[in-house]
């Protein structure tokens, strides 16, 4: 390193001070706990005794475990159909709050509403709005079933049904991306509109080749953020359906990890899948940057 | 011309009615479920659970809302939705105040100030937001019972006083469109480090500390799993804990009260939004856009 003059000494001494907390705070609640837990993964620990090493046992045993596929592809397939759903119906709000007709802020505030409800609050109101018996959902949906001669189903305890309650809450609280989205459909030039309305272009074809491609770095954002949250899903499964009922149809994989470690107090286990659930995450992220990298349009 | 005009016109009148009518039809699919929740908290028991069900209440039950206040109060010997009101409220307040301390610090220095090692620290904040909390789970709280912290708020709070990757992130572009010649001219003045920090991008920065401030104490409200990990008595419960108990009771909390009780807990963050839109707003678009 090039010698440092003594006003750069005394900023970088300043600058290390300043960032001290956060120093400290990475090391005590993150690093070690990080290294542990990996270390943690190839052991056999109950919190009661003291960990012993036991190799890649524990990874062995992850990918012949039933219940990790389960909750691992229940985890999935919410995030499968929430990701894209939520992304529709943000970026569909945010445009049609953007085509500025009158009472932009009521609506937005309205659609912006339900994504303040805090997880246990929403998911205990859930519980009641599908309810089978006296849930408004399905006093709603038995007009159109009725008409068919059927009966709307039993949304919380059919194993075919419960994870789309699950998905139904997902999309319902999307007020943050489409607050993304509506900034970001704001910095599109209005000439590229002009112009594509003078070459006589559809509102599909102005959404297709002028919308997306500008809002694509935001899609991005949203979709990665996605893929970290839906991955580590806990909450509202953990209040709307105990133990994953029914039959483990809505068992996400961060509720295994929490009933291995601090039910079950399989200490060991837990860590191993949580870092198989890291290496899932990176995965995923990983490829999606890759997917989105080439198409992203960068501006400038 | 003239008619090509009018054809205009005419679809745009047309646009402008299907884009009304959607929005219309998607702000009630959107705050239905809410005026429900209200609507029930001030029905009658049996009201509540009668199919088809009413959607205005036959008579409105205030007193709902000082009967789900005070519910198990005689088991308890306590009313302990205010309990768990008290607690989340120390708890929020706690770490609202640590979290703006600390990060708008520490931002300070990754933002304005060089030092060896500040952008490999710094690339290593953002790559810190990809570990999913399952992972550390256990180790933390091998950490905090050792420490006895277990059962207390402690482990809840106390990390909050230490900076975290999102907001240092979030202040750290905040304070670098705050031109440079503002500091130049305070160290040039022989003001010390702390001086510029205090006196100059402090005052600057409010409306993004005020951000901070907000989804600290939106996210701590909210937070579930952390005070399920770390509360085990009902006295040190939070309200969202603490509903969640409320609901998974053996025999269940009857819904109304269920309802008044969820919407007591969404109240506050409510009227909270409706006092700080501006800056809400702002503050969300700016973490999707400046990223």
Redesign the interface.
């Known amino acids: 390193m090039a010698k440092m003059g003594q006003s750069e000494r005394r900023q970088a001494l300043a600058g290390v001070l300043f960032a001290m907390p956060y120093l400290i705070g990475f090391s005590v609640f993150l690093a070690i706990p990080l290294l542990t837990s990996l270390y943690n993964s190839f052991t056999e620990y109950s919190v009661l005794r003291e960990p012993v090493w036991i190799g890649v046992r524990n990874y062995a045993d992850v990918f012949k475990d039933e219940l990790f596929y389960k909750s691992l592809g229940n985890t999935l397939f919410f995030a499968a159909f929430s990701i894209p759903l939520s992304t529709i119906m943000a970026i569909a709000l945010a445009m049609l709050l953007n085509t500025k007709v009158r009472g932009q802020a009521f609506y937005r505030t309205f659609f912006f509403l339900p994504s303040l409800v805090p997880a246990v609050p929403m998911a205990i109101l859930w519980l009641y709005l599908f309810n089978g018996d006296f849930g408004i959902v399905n006093a709603v949906l038995k007009i159109p079933y009725g008409a068919l001669g059927l009966e709307p189903p039993n949304w919380l305890s059919s194993v075919d049904h419960a994870k789309n309650v699950l998905i139904t809450m997902s999309v319902w609280t999307v007020g943050n991306a489409m607050i993304i989205y509506l900034a970001g459909l704001q910095e599109i030039p209005q000439q590229l509109y002009e112009a594509s309305d003078l070459d006589g272009a559809s509102p599909w074809q102005k959404t297709k080749n002028v919308t997306i491609p500008l809002l694509s770095p935001v899609i991005m954002f949203n979709v990665l953020m996605g893929i970290i949250g839906s991955l580590q899903y806990f909450t509202q499964a953990y209040v709307l359906f105990p133990g994953g009922a029914p039959a483990r149809s809505t068992y996400m994989y961060s509720m295994y990890i929490y009933d291995t470690a601090f039910r079950d107090l399989r200490m060991g286990y837990a860590s191993a899948l949580g870092w198989v659930m890291f290496v899932i995450i990176l995965t995923l992220t990983f490829t999606a940057f890759r997917f989105f990298d080439k198409k992203v349009h960068y501006e400038g | 011309m003239a008619k090509s005009d009018k054809t205009l016109t005419q679809q745009n009148l047309r ?2 009615v299907v ?2 009518a ?2 219309v039809i ?2 009630l699919a ?5 005026i ?2 209200i609507s ?1 908290s001030l029905k009658e028991a049996s009201e ?6 009413t959607w205005i209440p036959k008579e409105f039950l205030w007193g709902n809302y000082s009967e789900a206040f005070n519910y198990n109060k005689e088991n308890l010997g306590y009313a302990p939705f205010a309990v768990y009101g008290r607690n989340s409220l120390i708890l929020c307040l706690l770490t609202v105040v640590g979290t703006v301390v ?1 990060n708008a ?2 931002a ?3 933002a304005r ?4 090692g ?1 952008d490999v ?1 710094f690339a ?2 953002l790559a ?16 905090f ?1 050792e420490l006895g912290w277990v059962g207390t708020l402690r482990p809840l709070w106390v ?1 909050a ?4 990757a999102f907001n ?1 992130f979030l202040l750290r572009q905040f304070y670098r469109t705050i031109p440079n010649e503002l500091s130049e001219a305070a160290r040039i003045d022989g003001c ?3 001086g510029i ?1 205090s006196r100059v991008i402090l005052p600057l920065a409010k409306p993004a500390l005020a951000v901070v401030a907000l989804f600290s104490f ?1 996210g701590t ?2 937070d ?2 952390g005070p399920l ?1 770390y509360l085990q008595r009902q006295e040190s419960f939070t ?3 603490g ?2 108990s409320y ?2 009771q053996a025999g269940g909390t009857p ?1 109304h009260l ?2 008044a009780a ?2 007591m ?2 109240a506050p ?2 009227i909270l ?1 409706f006092f700080t ?1 501006k800056q809400f ?1 702002q503050g ?2 700016a ?3 400046k ?1």
Do not use: C, D
């Open positions: 646009a402008v884009i009304h959607a929005l998607l702000s959107f705050l239905v479920p809410l429900w929740m029930t509540a659970r009668a199919f088809p069900p600390s610090v520490v300070y220095s990754f100030l060089k030092w060896p500040r620290a290593l904040t810190t937001m990809m570990v999913p909390f399952p992972v550390l789970m256990v180790p933390l709280f091998g950490l019972k990390p006083w230490f900076g975290a240092i010390s480090e702390w920090f939106m409200w909210n579930f799993l990990l309200l969202a804990v509903l969640q609901s998974s819904l269920l309802m969820s919407t807990v969404v963050v409510i939004f839109q707003i969300i678009a973490t999707g856009l990223g």
